[in-house]
């Protein structure tokens, strides 16, 4: 009162701190969160404790009947009511216009998303929202564990621009309900369309309250939001209560257009003590709004959704719970004018021994050329290696034989490219090279050659992988560094009876980048499957390569090589327990399999263990000749002190992991969804942290 009294704004400073949440739920009437059916958990990002912004993007066109740029208005307008929530690390981002990719909010204009289309006469869903989640869980804030949420997504449903119409600000409340699913919340009350009989008056209040509120708030939470958001979110230290020493503002801000729609800005931080930093836009000659929010100690952020080649100001504010440092200087910059569309439909149409064309299709139809980039295993990145005239649609290279190479395609436009076309990949055989004869290589069914190339994204430069077959002739590993650690399981099945193609799956228990070439010596065809650094899927390929006629035997096909067997590794695996028991590191770990056929018909089983090495072992579910699954453990205490688990798939069913060390009795839990055919990679395995002592290992 006394600061409003000299004409001074400051923020709410009269939230509990964070120690008193639980007394802000009792008080809320007990918001609801989502949690998996399995374990019971919440889930949360993670991504905001790390000062990390989660940015979400709109399908082309917006919601029919308001437009793009409203749309975009709207949502930025739902991110800031949750970004706002006081005491909390919400951080969420608006990235403009997007084709695709995670975090998308799209437009159910097809009716193909939501079942029933919304109707103006009876009402319906306005809807859907809500977060897809890791199997894994970690430690969390009140003591709890909690699977991270990795990617969010919001449909709005088909002709619900009448109701729109007539409810002022219904798509700004529309958006931030749907967002506050994609953040972990559950309906504060009821399920679906019901009436929460018995709510208590702040959980009807509730954005998130089953029904939409035929009035003209917006996207305005509700003490129940706030308090959810409190509890999953917690801020660091003040939760929120403001006052205390001043936040120093952060100074020499610079800004940098990077696209049509996207500004870089970086700042320096001048304050040790603040839980966010708050961003302000402004078109030149218009109003400073908030477009952005990051967590502590950030010194940068990308701001999306700005107009093309539109000169704007920025200035960004450091923000401790209730208090505010000023804002800093403004910086300038003007966005790049559009970009040239994508190329598509890239292919390689002709692949031979001496080279490859390439074809893609012109989606621009302004570029002033297209640059042709390549990679190989031993480049650092991409190049450039060809630009060719606008409207040109193919390119013939030469290539050296056996040497894989990955190639994507840019339209140039005046002041930037276009963003990257889909990747394809290519490694040019001999017709009639053998299937073996390298040491290095696996000969799968009899025809099928197979090698690794890899790069380092952590140092250690290049290299080959060396293969071992293993479990008959249709599935083998490759290691890069060490003979004892696998990093990559191959599988080829014949599904000629199936869909006349031969079947390719591999799963990876490492996050290098490589590239698997596999040549039918059979046929002269041959597939290779590129994996980007950092990247940690396998691939499940059913049309991998066509059955076709086999050549003469005069081509040299005929010669066959034996496959390399496994290179000696100090300490074997360890045997113990039944078969569906495997234990690595000595015995020190067991691991179990439990899995859930979703083709047929939700049958059941076990997962029966075929041994390796001490660190890896594989499990098959149907058939011991064809391994579905590979498991290694790492004993990683002298990085951070723990020990490691990473699983690779062959297989898209649903399975359950459960790893127990047998010193400790903790265990952790894996689960893979059905469909899905990544495996998961668990630097922070063991021991757990439960606040329990532990004796270290001898």
Request: glycine share 14%; aromatic share 8%; hydrophobic share 35%.
């Amino acid at each position: 009162l006394a600061d409003a009294a000299r004409g001074v704004e400051r923020d709410a400073d009269y939230f509990l701190a964070d120690e008193e949440v639980r007394g802000i739920e009792r008080v809320s009437g007990e918001f609801n969160l989502f949690s998996d059916d399995r374990t019971g958990r919440n889930l949360r990002w993670f991504r905001f404790d790390e000062g990390k912004n989660v940015v979400f993007r709109i399908a082309a066109g917006g919601q029919p009947g308001i437009g793009e740029e409203a749309t975009g208005t709207a949502v930025q307008r739902a991110i800031a009511a949750w970004n706002g929530a006081p005491g909390t690390r919400i951080a969420y981002a608006f990235g403009g216009v997007a084709t695709g990719g995670p975090n998308m909010i799209r437009f159910d204009n097809a009716g193909d998303e939501i079942d029933d289309d919304f109707s103006c006469s009876s009402g319906g869903v306005l809807g859907v929202g809500g977060p897809a989640y890791s199997g894994l869980v970690q430690p969390g804030p009140n003591g709890q564990h909690y699977h991270p949420i990795t990617n969010g997504g919001v449909t709005l449903n088909k002709n619900i621009e009448c109701f729109l119409q007539r409810v002022p600000n219904g798509l700004d409340q529309l958006l931030a309900h749907e967002l506050g699913h994609t953040l972990g919340f559950h309906h504060s009350c009821g399920e679906g369309l019901n009436s929460c009989s018995g709510a208590s008056s702040v959980q009807l209040d509730a954005l998130m309250h089953p029904n939409i509120h035929n009035d003209a708030r917006g996207a305005r939470l509700g003490d129940d939001d706030r308090a959810a958001a409190r509890a999953l979110y917690p801020g660091s230290g003040d939760g929120g209560g403001g006052g205390g020493a001043p936040v120093a503002a952060p100074s020499e801000l610079a800004a940098t257009a990077i696209s049509s729609t996207q500004v870089e800005l970086t700042w320096s931080d001048n304050s040790d003590d603040e839980t966010q930093f708050r961003i302000e836009a402004r078109p030149a000659g218009g109003s400073f709004a908030r477009v952005a929010t990051t967590g502590a100690n950030a010194t940068g952020a990308t701001v999306g959704g700005l107009s093309p080649d539109t000169a704007y100001d920025f200035r960004v504010q450091a923000r401790r719970g209730g208090a505010a440092s000023p804002f800093s200087p403004a910086a300038s910059a003007t966005t790049l004018p559009d970009a040239p569309a994508t190329p598509g439909s890239l292919a390689a149409a002709s692949l031979t021994a001496d080279g490859v064309t390439l074809t893609w299709s012109d989606e621009s139809g302004d570029e002033i050329g297209f640059a042709v980039e390549a990679r190989t295993p031993s480049t650092e990145g991409w190049s450039e290696i060809a630009v060719v005239p606008p409207g040109t649609t193919e390119l013939t290279l030469a290539l050296p034989t056996g040497v894989p190479h990955s190639f994507r395609v840019r339209a140039l436009g005046t002041e930037q490219p276009s963003e990257p076309s889909e990747v394809v990949s290519v490694t040019p055989e001999a017709p009639d090279a053998p299937c073996g004869g390298d040491p290095t290589a696996l000969c799968l069914g009899q025809r099928f050659r197979v090698t690794v190339d890899w790069n380092n994204p952590h140092g250690d430069g290049f290299g080959v992988g060396t293969g071992a077959a293993f479990a008959g002739d249709q599935s083998g590993t490759f290691w890069f560094f060490d003979p004892a650690n696998v990093e990559l399981i191959v599988k080829i099945l014949d599904g000629t009876t199936l869909n006349d193609h031969f079947w390719i799956f591999h799963g990876a228990l490492t996050d290098v980048e490589y590239w698997i070439s596999v040549h039918d010596t059979a046929t002269g065809r041959s597939r290779t499957y590129y994996n980007p650094p950092f990247d940690q899927c396998g691939q499940l390929d059913t049309a991998g390569i066509p059955g076709g006629e086999e050549l003469p035997a005069a081509a040299g096909n005929a010669l066959i090589f034996p496959n390399p067997t496994p290179a000696a590794v100090s300490g074997a695996a360890t045997e113990c327990g039944d078969d569906d028991t495997l234990c690595l590191l000595g015995g020190r770990f067991e691991i179990e399999v439990d899995w859930v056929n979703q083709h047929a018909g939700g049958e059941t089983g076990v997962g029966h263990r075929v041994a390796g090495t001490d660190q890896t072992g594989y499990f098959w579910f149907f058939d011991p000749a064809n391994v579905e699954l590979v498991v290694k453990a790492l004993d990683a205490r002298a990085v951070n002190g723990r020990f490691w688990v990473f699983f690779g798939s062959l297989s898209d069913v649903e399975y359950t992991v459960t790893v127990t060390d047998t010193e400790t009795l903790q265990q952790r839990t894996y689960v893979n969804t059905p469909g899905s055919t990544c495996g998961q990679f668990d630097t922070a395995a063991f021991p757990i942290d439960t606040g329990a002592l532990v004796a270290p290992a001898p």
